[in-house]
């Protein structure tokens, strides 16, 4: 029997690598998981009347665009948070989370080649493993482009020598950048935007940690595209309710661009979509039209970016991040760290390796581990103490 070849040599995805790497050994005190990105933070607490008031709606197909209400929720959100006006009919497609958008915005709009060569997707290094995926799914080359200290832990696609840029078709950037927590300015933006106008490739923006900040909200891609009056095309931005709202378990996130980037996605979706059930879209758009509880769970991650200042403050290499809610802390070897700090005090984290990948013979992550602040502050304060103490003692 045949099975396709294309996926064969993936690396194992980051979190089962890291149950190989740990599992085998007990943990050396009270486990605390510091590892994945999932909001602990209380969601609205109106949100389960909301979806009962609806619940009438599982006994329907839902729309798979997303419902007139919702869509026009979400282009009123944009407006209010970035200042751009948005053709909800046209614009906005809902998804079922972002990294399905993701991913599937490379399937509907990657062409097959680019200036008659198989086409590159850039990807930043370290970067939301989707990404890759995405490239290979539709037979492009994933060129991974360092996003480290000396470039502001964002890629510097400019660097990359013409005959990369004139095979590109889609840059991939995430902004606030996870695993680093630095944020694109409006300079960044522009001069990236003028680059993708100048060779004509698309660009991604996973702007899923952009409600995650201290004090000032991070500039938006969209903004700056219309803005510049860029082709209205060319900037595809993709948000979600997860971080923001607290809400992983919801599934609620949208792509929005220029009318013929959704009008493609549009397209694919009515195919292989999986839509939000309707009684769900009902609450999302309840929950975008809402900013206290937004303002509330940003009071709490500056309290915790406080704390691990407090910490982590003196440690050698210690960035404290711009926005987002992981630390990306330097040591020698981030897996061994990750391992002795198991089996020696029980606290989880994610060698930064699992998130990047070899490039010209390096890999960017490795020096690190991501430390994810989703925890109680308490637990989260305990586990961060626990940790200097074991790895930087």
């Known amino acids: 029997m045949e099975f396709p070849e294309r996926f064969s040599n993936l690396p194992a995805y ?10 085998v050994h007990e943990p050396g005190g009270p486990p605390v998981h510091m590892t994945i990105g999932e909001p602990k933070h209380a969601f609205p607490a109106w949100i389960t009347d909301e979806i009962i008031a609806n619940a009438a709606g599982f ?6 665009e997303g419902s007139a209400a919702l869509r026009g929720a979400i282009a009123d959100w944009v407006a209010r948070r970035y200042g751009v006006a948005l053709d909800a009919e046209t614009e906005v497609m809902v998804l079922n989370g972002t990294r399905e958008g993701l991913y599937n915005a490379a399937m509907a709009l990657c062409p097959e080649t680019k200036n008659g060569k198989v086409p590159i997707i850039l990807c930043p290094n370290p970067f939301y493993q989707v990404y890759m ?3 290979i799914s539709v037979g492009a080359e994933a ?16 660097s990359l020598p013409a005959d990369v840029l004139n095979r590109t078709a889609i840059a991939y950037i995430c902004s606030p950048a996870n695993p680093q927590g630095a944020v694109a300015t409006k300079t ?8 993708a106008e100048q060779y004509d490739f698309k660009i991604f923006a996973d702007e899923c940690y952009s409600e995650i900040y201290r004090d000032t909200p991070p500039t938006g891609a969209l903004e700056v595209a219309r803005e510049m009056g860029a082709d209205p095309d060319r900037v595809v931005i993709f948000h979600s309710l997860s971080k923001r709202s607290n809400l992983p378990g919801l599934r609620s996130g949208f ?13 694919l979706r009515a195919y292989a979509g999986t839509p939000l059930p309707t009684p769900l879209q009902a609450a999302a758009a309840k929950v975008w039209a809402d900013e206290a509880h937004v303002i509330e769970n ?3 991650y500056g309290e915790k970016y406080v704390i691990a200042d407090e910490i982590l403050g003196n440690v050698p290499g210690y960035m404290s991040p711009e926005a987002g809610f992981f630390l990306w802390l330097p040591v020698e070897d981030g897996e061994q760290a990750a391992l002795k700090l198991w089996k020696e005090t029980g606290v989880r984290v994610l060698p930064g390796a699992y998130l990047s990948q070899d490039a ?9 581990i991501r430390v994810a602040m989703v925890a109680p502050k308490d637990e989260m304060a305990r586990g961060l103490i626990t940790l200097r103490d074991c790895l930087f003692a």
């Open 143 to 158: 060129r991974f482009v360092p996003a480290t200290g000396q470039s502001g832990h964002l890629p510097d696609y400019a």
């Open 298 to 300: 940003r009071r709490l």
């Open 360 to 368: 010209g013979g390096e890999n960017p992550g490795k020096g690190y």
């Open 188 to 195: 960044y933006w522009q001069d990236l935007i003028a680059l």
């Open 59 to 64: 006994n329907s197909y839902p729309p798979n």
């Open 133 to 135: 995926i995405a490239a």
């Open 255 to 267: 792509i929005a661009g220029g009318a013929e980037t959704i009008r493609r996605t549009k397209m």
């Open 14 to 23: 980051a979190f089962p690598r890291l149950r190989d790497l740990l599992d």
